[in-house]
């Protein structure tokens, strides 16, 4: 993006990039805007490879938008080469670089999972935050999509301490396990299984939560999310989403605003009357560079 690529280009050469992240959510950004840039899979998984490239949970891309309501669009691609529709964490990200760069405290960004708006937000403890204005969680089995009405599964969704899974879509596929010892679940074992179940046709995110409050302004959840394509991350802001919808309409709770906990930190989520979403958290740049142009 232009605030930090004219501060740091110099007489630097190759593709350049910012290393960002939302609560150690991590990302590689390059602006395809003006020059175009297309990876391939095994350029992607080099790149974000954090022993022999720059590291990161994904790649993000910004385009020219297609849509004339857009402000700018974002193509989000997995360590596996595979375009994702939506990721929250890095819409944030890429919502706070564009509006650096723009001077402005608003997007409309166009990902593949549609137009999302975000605003900037008071700052905490210095540090900026984004909201996201997010469409309302789809519980449709064949939108998430699940193989079969969720009641069906049989116990394909259920592992070890992992049952009784709540199904929602915020635009990619989730799967909330709640449980009562969070500490006791070893999640990167008993997701992986649930994840590559053949009741779920395109995979999915599989959140393992434990409710810690609901008295007071805003419920307590404590989260983290197992995330296609077989990545435990930091922080997962659909998961986030996702955990408090569940924890609604499986009547765990009544509330409507939520403080999400997860390892890199915590995000803010209001569920709000006509079930939009309000998604609210840190954004960070970690540093920049340039990738060698044979890349």
């Avoid at 939506?86 to 997007?107: I, T």
Wanted: some cysteine.
């Amino acid at each position: 993006m232009r605030p930090y690529s004219e501060a740091a280009r110099g007489d630097a050469a190759g593709i350049f990039f910012i290393k960002t992240h939302g609560l150690g959510n991590d990302f590689v950004l390059v602006d395809g805007r003006e020059k175009p840039f297309r990876p391939q899979a095994a350029m992607i998984a080099q790149i974000c490879d954090r022993h022999r490239g720059v590291g990161g949970d994904q790649l993000l891309v910004l385009e020219a938008p297609q849509s004339a309501c857009a402000d700018v669009r974002m193509r989000i691609y997995n360590v596996d080469g595979m375009e994702a529709p939506a990721c929250f964490n890095a819409s944030r990200c890429a919502a706070f670089l564009w509006m650096q760069e723009a001077g402005k405290n608003s997007v409309i960004l166009e990902t593949l999972g549609g137009l999302l708006e975000a605003r900037m937000a008071e700052a905490e403890n210095g540090q900026p935050r984004i909201s996201l204005y997010l469409a309302p969680a789809v519980t449709d089995w064949q939108a998430i999509p699940l193989a079969g009405p969720l009641a069906n599964h049989d116990g394909r969704l259920n592992h070890g301490t992992l049952s009784e899974p709540f199904a929602v879509s915020m635009g990619n596929p989730h799967l909330v396990y709640f449980v009562s010892d969070f500490d006791a679940v070893d999640v990167p074992v008993e997701a992986a299984v649930v994840q590559n179940s053949t009741y779920l046709p395109e995979q999915a995110n599989i959140g393992v939560a434990e409710l810690l409050s609901s008295e007071g302004d805003e419920a307590r959840l404590k989260l983290v999310v197992y995330e296609r394509p077989g990545i435990l991350t930091e922080a997962c802001g659909s998961g986030a989403c996702a955990a408090a919808v569940a924890a609604v309409r499986s009547g765990r709770t009544n509330q409507k605003k939520f403080r999400v906990l997860m390892p890199g930190g915590a995000l803010q989520v209001e569920l709000c009357a006509d079930d939009t979403i309000i998604l609210t958290g840190d954004v960070a740049v970690a540093f920049y560079g340039f990738l060698p142009d044979e890349a």
